[in-house]
């Protein structure tokens, strides 16, 4: 394409200023005494070459043409035990992480959003135990200073009962959150604003009317 012959115009241009750069290091390291090196504990010149002139080629390349890490994808089916739908989690690479997807067979309104520490649907979702939280943090949203990672605020069902979810998290991971569970609560999330220790714990979010566990997908 244009663009990509465009890229490969400047990487020409580039690429003898990198190579005129990483000679002069190199002729560095070679002036120095081998003995002198040994003895402050410096990489052999051979290591040396590897090591200054395969991380300028790697960045120089991912600069140009992006990163070769995959998106990552994972999905959540919930089936109660009152909302019903399924949750796609994507993590395109260096981006933030989406949670997309509709749910049904809420009651209209706001409910809490958020992952949870283990992958249990067990006992109407209660074996999902408490919010991800692997900082020790109280409970907060998703752009509050202080929050658990689990964190996802609130998603909002209309008078059918039904949540368009798009969520978009710029900390959690994809390894962070694989395996675990994504819970809906009955109740809206006041995001920690409170200082009871409901507020400060699951944002009086209430009880859980939908859980699922969150698993990679192709």
């Known amino acids: ?19 005129f750069i990483c000679l002069i290091i ?6 120095m005494p081998i003995d002198a090196t040994q003895q402050r504990g410096f990489w052999s010149h ?3 070459r590897l090591g200054f002139g395969l991380p300028f080629i790697s960045s120089l390349l991912q600069f140009f043409f992006g990163s070769s890490q995959p998106e990552q994808r994972a999905m959540c089916v919930m089936a109660g035990p009152s909302a019903m739908g399924q949750i796609d989690i994507v993590q ?10 509709t749910l049904r067979s809420l009651t209209p309104g706001q409910h809490g959003f958020h992952v949870h520490l283990v992958g249990s649907t067990a006992n109407n979702c209660n074996g999902a135990d408490v919010h991800y939280n692997p ?41 962070e959150v694989a395996g675990r569970s994504l819970v809906v609560h009955a ?11 409901g507020s400060l714990t699951i944002g009086n979010a209430g009880g859980r009317v939908g859980c699922c566990i969150i698993g990679r997908s192709s």
């Open 92 to 101: 395109p690479p260096n981006q933030p992480m989406q949670f997309r997807g």
């Open 135 to 175: 900082t020790n943090m109280n409970h907060g949203g998703p752009s509050s200073r202080v929050r658990h990672l689990g964190d996802l605020g609130n998603i909002f069902a209309d008078g059918s009962g039904n949540a368009n979810v798009m969520i978009t998290d710029a900390i959690l991971k994809m390894d």
């Open 1 to 19: 394409t244009k663009t990509c012959f465009w890229n490969i115009l400047l990487i020409m241009k580039v690429l003898p200023l990198y190579l």
């Open 26 to 31: 190199i002729g560095m390291i070679e002036a």
């Open 187 to 197: 109740n809206p999330d006041d995001l920690g604003t409170g200082t009871d220790t």
């Open 46 to 48: 051979e290591t040396a």
